[in-house]
């Protein structure tokens, strides 16, 4: 059994040491089991045949923040995919690149960016897994969405969550928000994390 922590990981430790309980948190168990969550009934989608629906080659991921989990996630389902990360946070971007990612982003099958999601207009196919944080996005009709949000608004002492500025009371609002296709909703579901709910839908733009 092996401990410690992986190279890349402590690299940024040693850069960034003002990172390092924010890069704690991008590992924490329920970011890591949300992601899977992601990855499982999106696996389960494409088993049940939506291929023709896509994802297509090129998936972005907006509020992408390190992609330390989700991204090598996607890429073991779709080795031959381009990703297009997307975060405001220009450290966190830099250390995708040149930390975490450096072969992927020599070879151009990474490309990240510092830039603001609500700014950018989406086709394709969407992972946004950080939809609390920001107005709804923009996407072009046909676009495969692969959504997560929360009802997390105030801590457990009752204090708001400032940066959490877009929470949904429930799936169906995330849907209505993205304007997602009734006849095409591959996915609708929720994780209850007691002090908060998760939400998450996968289906494609009107």
């Known amino acids: 059994m092996n401990f410690g922590i992986d190279p890349a990981t402590a690299t940024v430790i040693k850069r960034y040491p003002h990172r390092a309980t924010d890069l704690v948190k991008s590992f924490s168990e329920r970011q890591v089991v949300c992601k899977q969550w992601l990855v499982e009934e999106l696996t389960n989608i494409m088993k049940h045949g939506i291929k023709k629906d896509r994802p297509h080659k090129r998936i972005y991921i907006a509020g992408s923040w390190y992609g330390n989990v989700l991204v090598p996630l996607i890429l073991n389902m779709f080795p031959d995919c381009?990703?297009?990360?997307?975060?405001?946070?220009?450290?966190?971007?830099?250390?995708?690149?040149?930390?975490?990612?450096?072969?992927?982003?020599?070879?151009?099958?990474?490309?990240?960016?510092?830039?603001?999601?609500?700014n950018f207009n989406y086709n394709d196919t969407l992972i946004n897994t950080s939809c609390e944080h920001m107005k709804p996005?923009?996407?072009?009709?046909?676009?495969?969405?692969?959504?997560?949000?929360?009802n997390y608004t105030h801590d457990k002492d009752g204090t708001p969550i400032n940066d959490h500025v877009n929470c949904v009371k429930d799936v169906d609002e995330l849907i209505t928000q993205y304007k997602m296709r009734e006849?095409?909703?591959?996915?609708?579901?929720?994780k209850d994390f007691v002090t908060?709910?998760?939400?998450m839908a996968i289906g494609l733009r009107k």
């Not at 996407?139 to 495969?144: A, E, S």
């Not at 908060?196 to 939400?199: A, I, L, M, Q």
Request: a positive charge; charged letters at 25%; hydrophobic letters at 35%.
């Open 82 to 118: 381009d990703i297009r990360i997307h975060d405001i946070n220009e450290q966190v971007i830099n250390i995708a690149k040149n930390i975490y990612f450096p072969d992927l982003v020599e070879t151009k099958q990474l490309k990240p960016s510092v830039l603001d999601s609500q």
């Open 137 to 150: 996005l923009k996407c072009t009709p046909g676009t495969l969405m692969i959504l997560q949000s929360n």
């Open 183 to 190: 006849d095409k909703i591959f996915y609708k579901g929720e």
């Open 196 to 199: 908060y709910k998760r939400f």
